[in-house]
């Protein structure tokens, strides 16, 4: 018989912030008290007697790095059809799968180890969320966090531990080595000295990695990148601006994915998507052509689109914005609580703001408001039920015989309760006293 393993979520599923594969594969040794190479070596047992299991079986490696199983290879699909069917749970999209696939092999574009932002896993544990690293941390283009603009740290802070250890005896908010918070960060580089949105935080990067959440791996072509370059080159042609589009990348790369189908590297797809002002997905998708920015032919993007000026927006206080909604919540609990709406209102910031920043907070609103909401809707039919009860059991005037419709009109005028309430209410009573 196979053992199946706890159904652990993902975190951040289907966002730009999805959990990369080998923080969920740390997490999950963690969760089961053994160490991460005994996680994996009783998995590949337990698929190989699984009779249940249809896909293809690999050699599991005697040491797994990290960068190892974040491309598109053999070893990762192996490790996220074997999770994916003893925890029940989807797997796709924890790696940077279209390395190796969409693109050439790009050895530098994905950092050994784990990095992180101190910042976000203290955002996490105040929220009471389970702490995590995100894909796009393992990213080099992104080595600033896009939402606290301060340095990804690849390193504990207190003694310098990589994170990268087997034994994992701690929960991965916590430095494996010293026992201290992984939130911690020295002076430098944090919220207080935070970078400029527009400078290193590789935004067409991370709006790949939304993308593929959002359409999925399986959406994009074989050869994709090969088919939108070939167009391009269709389009300039027909133009007789040949010499413009080898101003787009380099004239021998270029001519090599034309004539010979070879594709780019990320990094040299990026330059291409910057320079023609479209999306790395809309690149690797064989859709570039059918993109309208790039028609200005003679107007390239000198710069990505990341090193715009940044779009202004309002800046909000998140942390004083919890302690409020705290303050909030604990007001409520001796009065009449507040809808998630009402909630919004009184913090004025939108609902959408609140479901996204303070989820755990938000379904204690919701679940208080609406128990509540229950609780004043039974007392009301007990009410309704108790009155009409009283109401047929009193002694009548003369021998007149009491109607449903003179109960109606006396205990809506004296309860005001609803309708429907007091009909039913009437109704129930009536039927049982006769």
């Known amino acids: 018989m196979t053992i199946k393993l706890f159904p652990i979520e993902v975190r951040g599923s289907g966002t730009a912030e999805i959990e990369s594969l080998p923080s969920y594969i740390h997490r999950i040794a963690y969760h089961h008290g053994i160490y991460v190479g005994e996680l994996i070596r009783f998995s590949d047992r337990q698929i190989r007697m699984d009779s249940t299991y249809v896909g293809k079986i690999e050699k599991i490696p005697t040491y797994i790095k990290c960068h190892d199983i974040l491309r598109s290879n053999k070893l990762s699909h192996y490790l996220v059809d074997l999770f994916e069917h003893l925890t029940r749970q989807p797997l796709i999209g924890t790696y940077a799968s279209v390395i190796n696939s969409a693109f050439t092999r790009s050895s530098h574009e994905i950092v050994e180890g784990f990095r992180w932002c101190p910042e976000c896993i203290r955002e996490m544990l105040t929220l009471g969320e389970e702490p995590y690293f995100k894909l796009i941390w393992h990213f080099r283009a992104v080595s600033v966090c896009p939402t606290h603009r301060s340095t ?70 074989e050869n994709g990148l090969v088919t939108s370059v ?52 809309d690149l690797i998708s064989g859709n570039a052509a059918n993109t309208t920015p790039l028609l200005g032919i003679d107007d390239y993007c000198p710069f990505p689109d990341s090193f715009r000026s940044p779009v202004r927006r309002e800046v909000r206080d998140h942390g004083a914005i919890l302690l409020k909604l705290k303050a909030l919540n604990a007001s409520d609990q001796d009065n009449e609580p507040l809808s ?31 128990h509540f909401k229950q609780v004043e809707h039974l007392g009301k039919l007990y009410l309704a039920q108790r009155r009409s009860l009283e109401y047929f059991l009193s002694e009548s005037e003369g021998n007149a015989p009491k109607s449903r419709k003179q109960a109606y009109r006396l205990l809506k005028e004296e309860t005001g309760l609803p309708k429907w309430v007091l009909k039913n209410a009437i109704q129930t009573a009536y039927t049982a006293l006769q």
């Open 230 to 281: 070939n167009l391009l080159f269709d389009h300039y042609w027909r133009l007789d601006k040949e010499d413009k589009f080898y101003e787009l990348l380099s004239r021998d790369k270029l001519l090599s994915v034309v004539h010979y189908g070879h594709s780019l590297c990320l990094n040299d797809a990026r330059k291409l998507s910057f320079r023609l002002g479209i999306s790395l997905y």
């Open 152 to 221: 990804l740290l690849q390193a504990c802070d207190h003694c310098g531990c990589e994170q990268t250890s087997y034994r994992r005896i701690k929960p991965l908010a916590i430095c494996q080595e010293c026992g201290k918070p992984l939130s911690f960060r020295k002076a430098s580089g944090g919220v207080n000295n935070a970078i400029p949105t527009w400078m290193r935080t590789g935004r067409d990067v991370l709006q790949l990695v939304s993308d593929l959440q959002e359409y999925g791996c399986s959406s994009l072509p």
């Open 340 to 370: 998630l709406k009402a909630t919004a209102r009184r913090l004025g910031v939108s609902v959408g703001y609140l479901e996204y920043r303070f989820p755990i907070q938000v379904n204690e609103i919701t679940a208080r408001y609406k």
